[in-house]
């Protein structure tokens, strides 16, 4: 799914125009970069070692800036030793709402069933941002 795809969808559930919902869905994606740039930024200028941005958002799940150290690596295609630098790297972490719908997927797929969206999809959410029902199955 793309961000366009996302937008259509969200603007169609609250009846919102699409360049609306564009803004909103764009300032919510800088406000994540923006904020994990400038915790990693202080981290760092404080000497900070491991997760150094952090920002956790409830039922969805976790985005960390945390530091690679440099390292020997070995090119595999010749063999040859080379020296990977240090450098920091993007991590996310789902929450516990997202695993648990993923594993449903696993467990329907085994069943070679399909598994049942919850909530029905095309069907606007009754929660809050922070309630379960707010992402959909898309």
Same mark, same amino acid.
């Given at each position: ?14 009846? $919102? ?20 740039v /400038? ?18 958002l409830?039922?969805?799940g #976790?985005? /960390? #800036? ?9 090119n595999?295609?010749?063999g040859e030793? #080379?020296?990977?630098?240090?450098k ?9 709402? $997202? ?13 070679? @069933?399909?598994?049942?969206? &919850?909530?029905?999809? @095309?069907?606007?959410?009754? @929660? &809050?941002?922070?309630?379960?029902? &707010?992402?959909?199955?898309?």
């Amino acid at each position: 799914m793309t961000k366009k795809e996302i937008v259509k969808t969200i603007s169609e559930e609250i009846g $919102m125009t699409q360049l609306k919902t564009k803004e909103i869905v764009q300032k919510t994606f800088d406000a994540i970069v923006d904020t994990l740039v /400038e915790d990693t930024q202080a981290n760092i200028n404080k000497g900070g070692a491991g997760t150094l941005g952090r920002i956790e958002l409830r039922n969805f799940g #976790v985005f /960390e #800036v945390k530091r690679r150290a440099a390292r020997k690596a070995r090119n595999p295609r010749t063999g040859e030793k #080379v020296f990977v630098a240090e450098k920091f790297v993007v991590t996310f972490k789902p929450g516990k709402e $997202m695993e648990e719908r993923v594993r449903q997927l696993e467990r329907a797929a085994a069943a070679g @069933g399909h598994a049942e969206p &919850s909530p029905a999809a @095309g069907q606007p959410s009754s @929660g &809050s941002i922070d309630s379960p029902q &707010s992402y959909g199955t898309t």
